[in-house]
């Protein structure tokens, strides 16, 4: 189905390029990998203008992109199942008015927007109504807030309405509809399955005058709904392709670039009067310099289709659908069974196809670099995101010119408390590591869950275990509720590896990774942190806080220049501190005689010293 939908999608945008195209999808679950590749593969580069999507069972972690259109979600919390989506195409200006509660709550889940086309705004609505659950007056009621400021107005989704059926339920729907002057487009029957068609699904408006083209056709690779498919007399803006600059440093010549510096008169920037005009100069000798020698390059990217969406799995989604096809004009029994062997097995072929991509992304990879190149391109990762400033540059500027006088102290505060809590039990660092932590590994359970242990093993090390280690040298007065969860998060890492059960022990698992324990790794990453300090004498405001016993007391004998002094301390918190715990630890395990290592041959003995003394569970 994959390739008759795309065909049938493109055909009907080839006709009306330039004109409002969209289309309504009952997906039952874009969370589904190898539904959300189906996807991708039907709508990427498609033309069609707006798609409205209910059932996507997104979650907070799902990915919901689509190459050349912006989404907005709304993902069922509290329960699984249902969810909107509307994918609006990046040309096409657009704002979110309305959306209902993201928590379960027996109601209608929609979204309403504002689309901006060429000489006119249209008020566009994605609905999903959970069968046998009334309260649609909430969504109309909602739309009557937005209708009196727009001329045109369209509903698309899945009502679980029967329209036809002439239930109560039914006229009671109708009627709510008449209520808002939109009328169904007549598609007939939108669900189908072995003992009934039922009209469920609808794309209806205020201006089905303006209609110029409307169809369905069978979604068999999503589920029983048919796609929908409306065409609109609306000018929409031409879609103007991305291009990217850059410069190409491929074929520098560097003798010859020596030599334009080199005849530079560089006198002409030193006598400028002003620091602006310096700058000014300079930055135009640079600029004509590397336009010279690294001209800029204009290109445009290609969206691509998915790398493992192959030939025979196209051919076998087609033959998936042509059972389809048969099932349901014959209603047997045994073509209905035959359909379903052929949609699992279309749904397996993806993911194997997929499976096997991955493990040739990252089967060669060895280092930190290349894992995260690998992994950029198949979307796990941060994004490049412009993020403002949250101090006023006129703050900054009086900070640094002259005694410190800021006019708004809480936005400072914005920057130095982004994860602390005032009682100083890193609560919101450990808060925002969960939220991190189990992101990832969510995004990567879903399309790489069954890669080979050693692979999943050099992902987790590059990806996740940084982020549970960052700062760990200094949080030895961490809460013991914070350092469960930080072991928690670990044994999560540990279970996406060996795809364990959670009620499984994962401490077998740890050490056949080879892998300590989360307080274990602390200790490391202070022992190391206290190696620089002693070593490189870095930074100094804290080395001048470590001395050695013999420092301090005029008696010399061997263990006394191989002891840190330990500091007095009366509160708990104290004891706790980086200064402290740091001393213990040196002279515990008896630090001092490896510190003529050097930063390689150390870390390797102390994992070993820390394993000795303190085990391995």
């Keep these: 189905m994959a390739s008759q939908l795309k065909e049938f999608i493109c055909n009907k945008v080839k006709d009306r390029p330039s004109v409002l195209n969209l289309a309504h999808l009952?997906?039952?679950?874009?969370?589904?990998?190898?539904?959300?590749?189906?996807?991708?593969?039907?709508?990427?580069?498609?033309?069609?203008?707006?798609?409205?999507?209910?059932?996507?069972?997104?979650?907070?972690?799902?990915?919901?992109?689509?190459?050349?259109?912006?989404?907005?979600?709304?993902?069922?919390?509290?329960?699984?199942?249902?969810?909107?989506?509307?994918?609006?195409?990046?040309?096409?200006?657009?704002?979110?008015?309305?959306?209902?509660?993201?928590?379960?709550?027996?109601?209608?889940?929609?979204?309403?927007?504002?689309i901006k086309l060429q000489g006119t705004a249209v008020l566009f609505a994605c609905i999903y109504r959970p069968p046998k659950i009334g309260n649609l007056d909430i969504f109309l009621e909602d739309m009557y807030n937005?209708?009196?400021?727009?001329?045109?107005?369209?509903?698309?989704?899945?009502?679980?309405?029967?329209?036809?059926?002439?239930?109560?339920?039914?006229?009671?729907?109708?009627?709510?509809?008449?209520?808002?002057?939109?009328?169904?487009?007549?598609?007939?029957?939108?669900y189908h399955t072995a003992t009934c068609d039922s009209v469920l699904d609808i794309i209806a408006s205020n201006c089905n005058d303006m209609v110029l083209d409307y169809s369905k056709t069978p979604a068999t690779g999503f589920s029983c709904h048919d796609l929908l498919f409306a065409s609109y007399d609306f000018a929409t803006p031409a879609v103007k392709p991305k291009k990217i600059m850059y410069r190409s440093y491929k074929n520098i010549n560097l003798e010859a670039l020596d030599l334009d510096f080199s005849q530079v008169d560089w006198n002409k920037v030193y006598h400028l009067e002003s620091i602006n005009e310096k700058v000014n100069r300079f930055n135009e000798i640079m600029l004509e310099i590397f336009d010279k020698h690294a001209p800029?390059?204009?290109?445009?990217?290609k969206n691509k289709d998915s790398p493992w969406m192959n030939k025979d799995i196209l051919t076998l989604m087609d033959t998936r659908d042509g059972a389809q096809k048969l099932a349901a004009k014959s209603k047997l029994p045994e073509h209905r069974e035959a359909f379903k062997k052929l949609r699992n097995q279309c749904k397996q072929e993806i993911r194997n196809a997929k499976l096997r991509y991955s493990y040739g992304l990252?089967?060669?990879?060895?280092?930190?670099?290349?894992?995260?190149?690998?992994?950029?391109?198949?979307?796990?990762?941060?994004?490049?995101d412009s993020h403002t400033c949250l101090i006023p540059p006129n703050d900054l500027n009086?900070?640094?010119a002259s005694v410190s006088s800021v006019s708004d102290p809480n936005r400072i505060k914005l920057c130095i408390d982004k994860y602390e809590n005032p009682t100083l039990n890193w609560g919101r660092h450990i808060e925002y590591l969960c939220k991190k932590v189990l992101t990832i590994l969510s995004q990567l359970r879903r399309s790489y869950l069954h890669l080979p242990c050693d692979i999943k093993t050099t992902i987790i090390n590059s990806i996740v275990l940084p982020h549970l280690d960052y700062g760990s040298a200094i949080m030895e007065d961490m809460l013991v509720v914070y350092q469960i969860k930080l072991q928690r998060l670990q044994n999560a890492c540990v279970r996406f590896i060996f795809?364990?059960?959670?009620?499984?022990?994962?401490?077998?698992?740890?050490?056949?990774?080879?892998?300590?324990?989360?307080?274990?790794?602390?200790?490391?990453?202070?022992?190391?942190?206290?190696?620089?300090?002693?070593?490189?004498?870095?930074?100094?405001?804290?080395?001048?806080?470590?001395?050695?016993v013999s420092q301090v007391h005029q008696r010399k004998n061997r263990s006394s220049s191989q002891r840190l002094v330990v500091p007095q301390h009366r509160t708990v918190k104290y004891s706790k501190s980086f200064l402290v715990t740091a001393c213990k630890l040196f002279n515990s395990l008896e630090i001092h005689p490896l510190?003529?290592?050097?930063?390689?041959?150390?870390?390797?003995?102390?994992?070993?010293?820390?394993?000795e003394k303190y085990g391995t569970r």
């Design 146 to 190: 937005f209708i009196p400021l727009y001329q045109h107005y369209i509903i698309a989704g899945d009502i679980n309405a029967r329209l036809g059926s002439g239930s109560d339920e039914t006229n009671c729907i109708i009627s709510l509809l008449n209520t808002c002057n939109v009328e169904c487009l007549p598609y007939g029957a939108t």
């Design 362 to 384: 990252f089967n060669n990879k060895k280092t930190s670099k290349e894992i995260w190149k690998s992994l950029r391109t198949i979307g796990v990762g941060k994004t490049t």
């Design 398 to 400: 009086e900070h640094y």
């Design 26 to 114: 009952n997906a039952q679950s874009l969370n589904d990998s190898s539904h959300y590749e189906e996807f991708c593969h039907i709508f990427n580069n498609s033309g069609i203008d707006v798609i409205a999507v209910s059932e996507t069972f997104f979650k907070p972690s799902s990915v919901t992109s689509l190459n050349g259109y912006n989404v907005f979600c709304n993902n069922r919390i509290g329960k699984g199942g249902g969810g909107v989506a509307v994918y609006v195409k990046q040309c096409i200006e657009c704002k979110i008015l309305s959306i209902s509660e993201s928590q379960y709550s027996h109601k209608p889940e929609y979204i309403i927007l504002e």
């Design 296 to 301: 800029f390059k204009t290109f445009t990217p």
């Design 499 to 548: 795809n364990l059960r959670k009620d499984e022990h994962v401490s077998p698992y740890i050490e056949k990774l080879n892998w300590l324990r989360m307080d274990q790794r602390r200790k490391i990453s202070q022992s190391l942190l206290l190696y620089k300090i002693l070593n490189d004498k870095t930074p100094s405001y804290l080395h001048c806080k470590f001395q050695f």
């Design 595 to 611: 510190l003529s290592l050097s930063f390689h041959a150390f870390k390797n003995r102390i994992r070993s010293k820390i394993i």
